[in-house]
Nanobody, 121 residues
């Protein structure tokens, strides 16, 4: 069973930075699109950033210019560099990936367990 394992969350002051990482728990046949979502208190889960296998990216308007998504295909890992953090960025951040675990298994979407990011002074 493939799992996505996230790390890098924590408490940071406004204006600070954090880097999230998300890696597949084992080698897989292929990983297509990867992305980061977040769910703030009392809010629905929303897309933060998305990256294709080839490296094309898009961002939500709320994080554009502050967050950078990247990936290392050799390590099956996606990153989210978060700069100039604001209190409204406080949320649980989830990674998502479309993975084909092996050649005979269809592509499916997988979620990480979530990592808490709290921006507060």
């Amino acid at each position: 069973q493939v799992q996505l394992v996230e790390s890098g969350g924590g408490l940071v002051q406004p204006g600070g930075s954090l880097r999230l990482s998300c890696a597949a728990s084992r080698m897989v046949f292929s990983i297509n699109d990867m992305g980061w979502y977040r769910q703030g208190p009392g809010k629905e889960r929303e897309l933060v950033a998305h990256i294709t296998y080839g490296g094309s990216t898009n961002y939500s308007d709320s994080v554009k210019g502050r967050f950078i998504i990247s990936r290392d295909n050799a390590k099956n890992t996606v990153y989210l560099q978060m700069n100039s953090l604001k209190p409204e960025d406080t949320a649980v951040y989830f990674c998502h990936a479309r993975i084909r675990p092996s050649p005979l298994v269809p592509i499916n979407g997988y979620w990480g367990q979530g990592t808490q990011v709290t921006v507060s002074s």
